[in-house]
C-alpha cells in the first residue's frame, strides 16, 4: 500500500508563492499526479511527474524525488481563484492511485 | 454526453435500502474506478475495473459491489446502505490506467444514509 503525507491546511497572500509539500511510501511507484479540487467539485489535474527534476507549467510547477520520496506542488503569483485543496496521489506498480488526504490553500487579498 | 457522467447528484436514503450509483463515459476508456471521499481521509479507492468484464477491489470494497457489462458503464451497488457509508462518490475513468494521461474525474454524487 501506500502512505502519502501532505500539510491540511495552508494560508497564503494574494500574488505570493506557496509550496504544497508530499511526502510517500510505496510499493511500487508509477508515477506521481497533482489534483486540484474546488469546493462541491471534481478533483482537475494539474501535473505529473515520474522522472525526478522540476515539471514547468505556467504558474504551477512540480518536483519529484523519488530516491527521496517526496515531491512539492509550487503555486507562484497566487490569485484568489486558486483557493482549492490539493491532492497528491501516487500510481503503484497495479497502476492504481492513492491519495493524500489534500491540502486546504486560502488566499487572502 | 460529453467526459463522465454520475447520477444522481445527491440522494438521502434510509439506511438497509439498496442504491445504486450510476457512471457513464463516453471516452472509450478501458479502465473506470470508484472512490469516496470523506472529510479528512482524501479519496479512498473502492473498487475499479481495468476492462469491460473484469472487476477488482480497492482498499474499501466492504458493502459495495460493481459490474463492468460493457465499456461505458460502471455502476455502484450498495446492497444495504449504513450510515457509516454517507460520503461523496466520484467515479473516474482512464484510457489505460499506464501511461502519462490522468484519470478523469465525474462530478460525483452526494449520499447521505439515515
Known amino acids: 500500500g501506500q502512505n502519502i503525507d501532505q500539510p491540511t491546511e495552508m494560508t497564503a497572500t494574494e500574488g505570493a508563492i506557496v509550496q504544497i509539500n508530499c511526502t510517500y511510501q510505496?510499493?511500487?511507484?508509477?508515477?506521481l499526479f497533482w489534483y486540484q479540487q474546488h469546493a462541491g467539485e471534481a478533483p482537475t489535474f494539474l501535473s505529473y511527474?515520474?522522472?525526478?527534476g522540476l515539471e514547468e507549467k505556467g504558474r504551477f510547477s512540480s518536483f519529484l524525488s523519488r530516491s527521496k520520496g517526496y515531491s512539492y506542488l509550487l503555486l507562484k503569483e497566487l490569485q484568489m481563484k486558486d483557493s482549492a485543496s490539493y491532492l497528491c496521489a501516487v500510481r503503484d506498480g497495479d497502476y492504481k492511485l492513492s491519495f493524500g488526504a489534500g491540502t486546504t490553500v486560502t488566499v487572502r487579498a | 454526453i460529453a467526459g463522465i457522467t454520475q447520477a444522481p447528484t445527491s440522494q438521502i436514503l434510509a439506511a438497509g435500502r439498496r442504491m445504486t450509483l450510476r457512471c457513464t463515459q463516453d471516452m472509450r476508456h478501458n479502465a473506470m474506478y470508484w472512490y469516496r471521499q470523506d472529510l479528512g481521509l482524501g479519496l479512498r479507492l473502492i473498487h475499479y475495473s481495468n476492462t469491460a468484464g473484469t472487476t477488482g477491489k480497492g482498499e474499501v470494497p466492504d458493502g459495495y459491489s460493481v459490474s463492468r457489462a460493457n465499456t461505458d458503464d460502471f455502476p455502484l451497488t450498495l446492497a444495504s446502505a449504513v450510515p457509516s457509508q454517507t460520503s461523496v462518490y466520484f467515479c473516474?475513468?482512464?484510457?489505460?490506467?499506464?501511461?502519462?494521461?490522468?484519470?478523469?474525474f465525474g462530478p460525483g454524487t452526494r449520499l447521505t444514509v439515515l
Open positions: 473516474a475513468s482512464h484510457p489505460s490506467g499506464e501511461g502519462t494521461d490522468t484519470q478523469y
Open positions: 510505496t510499493s511500487g511507484f508509477n508515477g
Open positions: 511527474n515520474v522522472l525526478d
